[in-house]
């Protein structure tokens, strides 16, 4: 399981994205990959990008992820910039 930072902004997003690659290739092969977005706290729509940049890079691998505990706000986001099926958060539980 990968956890998304506690803040993901514009000024975090290329490190946490390049961060979240780079751990994704030394997770072991299996299931779906979680990403887990419990400890976010602080976002903005960049946190969106590094989304959809760590599930292409995911799928450039052969894997498949999961999204855990998506803030509800961030899902309302996900929706306004019509990226809502995109990350499959439909089916991701909400968290408050």
Known sequence: ????????THREAAATLAQ????????????????DATPMQQYDSSALVVLL?????AASLGRACRLNAVPARLQ???????????????????AT
């Open 1 to 8: 399981m990968l956890s998304l930072p506690e803040r993901l």
């Open 53 to 57: 940049g760590l599930l292409r890079h």
């Open 20 to 35: 979240l690659q780079a751990a994704l290739g030394s997770q072991p092969a299996g299931g779906p990959l979680v990403i």
């Open 76 to 94: 309302q986001l996900a929706k306004v910039y019509g990226v809502l099926e995109l990350l499959d958060l439909e089916a991701a539980p909400a």
